[in-house]
């Protein structure tokens, strides 16, 4: 989609709601990356939203600065239109870096 | 130096300031409605609450602490609360605190001096009659129009009232209504109150804290005076002025398996009036005086201490000591001949020690054993006491002479009609023992019984004869109690319970303690035996033989003439004082009681949440023929609870109580030998067709027996709901409407014999003499009540906010009680005009809260 | 509980705030506003004091993505540490003064933890306030929110008490969790002239308030458990109970009126049972100390 079309308010709902903010902050690094760093890391990738679901929502493992790994954490909704447009807002983050 | 933080981090660790400021307005005046919110009053109110914090700051190593909170500022339940304080040294705080509790707004009276402790009627006062009964018998339905120019029955005669009563009856109207003034009867109470904590060394906690209670204003009170040959009441303006001081001081130390508590508590309680006095508004030439709650004071030494045998046992013990005093100086006057003492010089000491040991033994199994001694033992003397009802004067005759000798007083001082009586200073200890086991079965399922042991003594330390009417009663309870998680979803809970409570031996005679003379032998009888003696010897109780009429001679006849109750005369006491034969109080009857409970608790999803509940209890007092028989209850609650959105949340409760009550009494007179009224014997329905039959069966007539059906049911419900985040986030709403229905109905089993008004001398040959007439259910005692709130929030800025509140508030209330108090009401009670409460009303209020 | 290595400093903290920080949805660092939140009174605790070490829930050792490792002890109902771990937590700091008698309280063998009550995160703790308070127990005891809200009541809903004045919610040595000994010691704090002693005491008085009245709220004032004359009458049938008191004997009622043959001006009600009945005359209920006030009249 586009990022007109991005529900701002309810993207930050669920990523709230489903821990996501523990870990993720919009414009600094936590334990996982900033999701504007993220945004910068695929901008112009095809394939970003469906990589990004597939995140978001399968539990793969992840590597921590530190080292260890875990498996990643799983949005909180049954809705996949919901799930979209909290990764389409991730993406639609600016003014990040991509490493 | 301080970390640089972010706003929205420094807004969750810094504690914020608000003040708050605003205007409010209440659409009617209600006393009812503002009975303790302080919103009593039409008009405006200020709207004012300050939160002030300050000291070290979270993330630095500086512990001191400070805050001032003050609320409701405009309002007569204020409150403000400080404190000052070094976290883990030592903190003092201070408060005070506001309540007026609203009486009634619509009292009135036409004594003088209402608020004060000397009330005066004033001298244009005069006496109500009703002259068409009575030209001379004070009547205070004589205060109502419709009543003194109705006709009346004279000499079983329509009769209206000539001309002259009419002025008669108007003067009176026209001199005593205009004095009836009204006055709002309300009290307040002040509190303020001050403390301080220290952790001294070696981990000792101390904290005292002190703090001092007045109450002052007027609520309405009954009180007795004497007419010839009757009691009138008058409703006064009961003033109150006290002030009770309490103070605790606690020491305390804690390590890792044991701690230790030591505390007193002192409480010190100051009437600064010590009486009140009225004129009799039927003889406005005398004045009774009342006595005032009497200053008293109680101190407290208790010791609590705990210690763990192992991680899962536990021992704690405690025990308190108490001495309760109170030394005011007695009122006397022409009514009381006999004070033999000038105060009470009264003690109470009060003991409980408490012993309770919990254990663990494995993670399935959790058991309690307790053990709990509580006693109040009422140290004071036993004295006696001469007095005159209600102020009456000495008969001319003297009181029995063996009385008085017995009393040490010279026969004058005592007229016959004198109460001689010994106060019963109520002792009562309590032992009790109770004993637990819990067991999780599986996970989520757990099994708990208790057993528990309770016996109850009861006495007067000096009484010359036992005076409680239960000596002892025993009671054993066991209850069991199952819970389980019968889904990840859903919990339930079910318990039972059932109590045995026995009383060794019922004593019906316990009330003689109040009158020792019942020790005495009358000179009169012979043998030289006392009531008491008699008694025993005979096999009665105070209600004598429960026979019809028989005509009695010797002791029989001088302790219960015609097999009636013991006679005044035989134990000098004015009235009968003992109850029926089969009467049991219910605070210490034989009863037996069964409790259940179900408590459901479902969550069908992460946002919905229900839950349902039914208690019953049913007591039956199992020995009980008059008195409270049984009475039992059920409850049931449901609600739900659904957070539609993050925004939204929804509640919907309702509750239903529903109580009913039995008991039974007997309406009992004297035997007697009376053969008609005016000279006409027959009866009209009741269990005898004719007077003489009927006297002669007074106290064993099934037709006086009657019983009452109490029965209360309230209604209760409930909905409230909460938006938050609209207008992007600036305005939450929320709304409350809250519902109560009660309704009490009261039937009545039974009925009276009424003598025909009509049966007087010169009627038609064959007129009844008497009627029995069926007791008829009282009218439903209704209150409904109907709330409904609206509060929203909208921020201005990140700093303040607009709130406001709306209320709007309805109740009616019906209750026949209030009847009596009209004018024309009660014949004997002087009316108040007082009003069941009703209102319905608007509060609004736009306040402006800055936080900084 | 707590193992002797937690480091209840901020630094200590940030084991958890590094992920749980103003971004959370309930405000968990509302607590450094809490006295638990006082750093510089070192016997405050730090998240593991209360949450445990949690190595497990830091590194999500055995966790899948769906639901994290949890900590060592997690407070609430369902799907949360063992009621007795949670108590324990607090307890270990908490034990002894109020809390003396936890241990087999009504509340604790119902498996009713601190956190059942008690929001310790949140800047203020509704629990430990008047107006808010109610509501926290109303949450279990519905029967007495409805009672709170009958023509009698207490100043429950106007939040000028809280139930705490009356009950110590963690264990108490007397029945119902009353705050002191005694129903009556707990009364007294606040009616303390209804103490005495008594010249003449009113036997159902000293014995305990609740033979009389209902502290919650009830359809007969003041907080009464039945309506006078029948109040007295469950215990006195002597003296002036010469006649039923029923509607035939109200001013209009059949009685009163002879069965229709009094007119206005004879008929009246009787006074044991109309306006406030037997407290007409006897006013001085819980005793009296005239020396004439035997029967509760002065």
């Not at chain 3, 490792?69 to 270990?92: H, I, N």
Request: charged share 20%; with cysteine; hydrophobic share 35%.
């Amino acid at each position: 989609g586009t990022a007109a079309a991005v529900d701002e308010g309810k993207a930050k709902m669920l990523a709230g709601r489903s821990g996501c903010l523990k870990c993720h902050a919009q414009d600094k690094a936590k334990e996982g990356p900033a999701y504007r760093d993220v945004a910068a890391k695929y901008r112009g990738n095809p394939e970003a939203q469906a990589k990004l679901i597939q995140h978001v929502t399968s539990g793969e493992k992840v590597k921590f600065a530190d080292g260890h790994e875990e498996n990643h954490a799983i949005v909180k909704t049954p809705k996949p239109e919901d799930i979209t447009n909290l990764v389409d807002w991730i993406l639609s983050l600016e003014g990040g870096t991509a490493k | 130096a301080e970390p640089a933080v972010s706003d929205e981090v420094r807004a969750l660790t810094v504690p914020g300031n608000t003040l708050e400021l605003g205007l409010g307005g209440v659409s009617d005046s209600s006393f009812k409605f503002g009975e303790y919110n302080g919103l009593e009053d039409e008009g405006a109110f200020l709207v004012g609450s300050l939160a002030v914090h300050g000291g070290g700051r979270y993330n630095t190593d500086d512990a001191t602490r400070w805050k001032l909170a003050a609320s409701n500022l405009g309002l007569s339940t204020r409150n403000v609360a400080a404190e000052y304080g070094k976290q883990g040294v030592f903190r003092v705080t201070f408060g005070y605190d506001e309540i007026r509790r609203n009486r009634s707004d619509s009292y009135s009276t036409p004594y003088a001096g209402a608020g004060g402790d000397i009330l005066t009627l004033p001298s244009s006062w005069l006496v109500p009659v009703v002259p068409r009964v009575s030209a001379t018998a004070a009547n205070a339905r004589g205060l109502s129009a419709a009543v003194t120019t109705s006709s009346a029955l004279v000499t079983g005669v329509l009769t209206a009232p000539t001309p002259a009563q009419l002025t008669t009856a108007n003067g009176i109207l026209a001199a005593d209504l205009p004095l009836f003034a009204h006055h709002d009867l309300t009290t307040t109470r002040t509190r303020y109150e001050a403390g301080v904590s220290y952790i001294a060394p070696r981990q000792w906690e101390i904290a005292v804290n002190t703090n001092r209670s007045d109450k002052t204003g007027a609520k309405p009170m009954g009180s007795v005076s004497r007419v010839t040959g009757a009691d009138i009441s008058t409703i006064l303006a009961d003033p109150i002025d006290q002030t009770t001081d309490q103070f605790t001081v606690t020491l305390a130390k804690r390590t890792r398996a044991n701690f230790l508590q030591l505390s007193y508590y002192g409480s010190k309680f100051t009437n600064h009036i010590d009486s009140l006095t009225w004129t009799n508004w039927a003889n406005p030439a005398t004045s009774m005086t009342m006595t005032s709650a009497p200053s008293n004071q109680a101190h407290t030494l208790s010791l609590n201490a705990g210690h763990d045998f192992s991680r899962s046992t536990r021992l704690v013990l405690t025990g308190a000591y108490g001495r309760n005093t109170q030394n005011a100086v007695f009122l006397t006057d022409a009514s009381t001949p006999l004070v033999p003492t000038t105060s009470l010089n009264g003690l109470v000491v009060t003991q409980t020690y408490n012993l309770k040991l919990t254990s663990r033994p494995t993670n399935k199994l959790a058991l309690g054993l307790t053990y709990k001694f509580d006693e109040r033992d009422n140290r004071t003397a036993v004295h006696t006491f001469s007095y005159y009802d209600a102020n009456e004067p000495a008969a001319t005759t003297a009181i029995n002479s063996a009385f008085s000798a017995a009393l040490g007083v010279s026969p004058t001082l005592l007229g016959s009609n004198a109460n001689v009586n010994s106060s019963r200073p109520y002792s009562r200890r309590m032992n009790q023992v109770t004993a637990d086991a819990t067991l999780r079965l599986t996970s989520g399922h757990s099994l708990k019984g208790a057993y528990e042991w309770q016996s109850l003594d009861r006495w007067c330390d000096g009484s010359w004869i036992t005076c409680a009417d239960a000596a002892n009663t025993r009671e054993n309870t066991l209850s069991l109690e199952w819970r389980a998680n019968l889904l990840a979803t859903l919990d339930t809970r079910l318990s039972v319970s059932h109590s045995e409570r026995d009383v060794g031996s019922y004593n019906e005679d316990a009330f003689l303690a109040l009158v020792p003379m019942a020790n005495v032998s009358p000179s009169t009888a012979t043998g030289g035996l006392s009531a008491y003696a008699y008694m025993l010897a005979n096999g009665l109780n105070g209600y004598g033989p429960t026979t019809g009429l028989v005509a009695t001679t010797g002791n029989q006849n001088l302790f219960f003439p015609l097999n009636n109750a013991l006679a005044n005369a035989a134990y000098a006491n004015q009235n009968r004082i003992s109850e029926l034969t089969g009467l049991r109080r219910y605070n210490m009857a034989d009863r037996s009681r069964d409790k259940a409970k179900i408590v459901v608790e479902w969550q069908p999803t992460e946002v919905l949440a229900l839950h349902a509940n039914a208690d019953y209890r049913k007591d039956d007092f199992t020995e009980s023929r008059y008195g409270l028989i049984d009475s039992r209850s059920w409850t049931t609650n449901l609600e739900g609870s659904l957070a539609a959105t993050d925004d939204l949340a929804l509640t919907l409760f309702y509750t239903y109580e529903n109580q009913r009550a039995r008991s039974a009494g007997n309406t009992y007179t004297a035997n007697s030998a009376t053969q008609n009224v005016n000279g006409f014997t027959a009866i009209a329905g009741g269990c005898f067709p004719t007077i003489s039959l009927r006297n002669a069966s007074n106290k064993i007539d099934p037709c006086l027996d009657w019983s009452t059906r109490m029965l209360d049911r309230t209604h209760t419900y409930g909905f409230s709901s909460d938006r938050k985040n609209l207008l992007d986030g600036k305005l939450a709403v929320g709304l409350e409407l809250l519902l109560s229905r009660a309704a009490s109905d009261n039937e009545v089993i039974g009925g009276n014999y009424v003598n025909n008004p009509l049966a007087v001398t010169g009627a038609p040959a064959g007129t009844i003499a008497a009627y029995y007439l069926a007791a008829a259910p009282l009218p439903t005692v209704k209150t409904q009540r109907w709330d409904a709130m609206l509060n929203a929030r909208y921020a201005l800025s990140s700093a303040s906010t607009l709130r406001f509140d709306y209320r709007y508030a309805w109740l009616r209330a019906s209750d026949y009680a209030y009847e009596g108090m009209q004018f024309g009401g009660l014949t004997g009670v002087l009316p108040t005009s007082e009003t069941a409460p009703h209102y319905s009303l608007h509060v609004a209020s736009l306040a402006y809260q800055y936080r900084f | 509980q707590e193992s002797a290595a937690v480091d209840r400093t901020l630094t200590g903290d940030a084991a958890c705030t590094r992920c749980h920080d103003e971004s959370e949805t309930k405000p968990i660092l509302a607590m450094y506003k809490t006295r638990h939140g006082v750093k510089a009174d070192e016997r405050t605790p730090g998240c593991q004091s209360c949450h445990g070490a949690s190595e497990g829930h830091i590194r999500n050792t055995g966790g899948t993505g769906a639901k994290r490792t949890l900590p060592d002890v997690t407070f609430g109902v369902r799907g949360k540490s063992d009621a007795k771990l949670q108590a324990g937590t607090c307890l270990g700091c908490h034990e002894g003064s109020n809390r003396a008698l936890w241990r087999g309280s009504q509340h604790e063998s119902r498996d009713i933890a601190c956190a059942g009550c008690h929001t310790v995160h949140a800047a203020a703790d509704p629990v430990l306030t008047k107006l808010s308070q109610p509501d926290v127990c109303f949450g279990c005891h519905k029967t007495q929110r409805a009672q709170t809200h009958l023509v009698s009541t207490h100043p429950l809903a106007a939040a000028k008490m809280a139930c705490a004045d009356c009950h110590n919610p963690h264990g108490s040595t007397s029945d119902h969790l009353m705050a002191k000994a005694s129903v009556n010691d707990t009364c007294f704090t606040c009616h303390a002239e209804k103490r005495g002693p008594f010249l003449w005491e009113h036997a159902p008085v000293a014995d305990d308030c609740t033979n009389c009245h209902t502290p919650h709220g009830s359809t007969v004032a003041p907080l009464l458990k039945a309506r006078v004359p029948w109040l007295c009458q469950e215990c006195h049938s002597g003296d002036h109970a010469n006649a039923v008191n029923s509607a035939a004997n109200l001013q209009d009622g059949a009685v009163a009126t002879a069965g229709g043959l009094n007119p206005l001006a004879n008929s009246a009600a009787r006074a044991q049972l109309a306006a406030r009945a037997c407290l007409n005359c006897h006013v001085l209920i819980h005793g009296s100390n005239h020396p004439a006030g035997a029967k509760f009249q002065r």
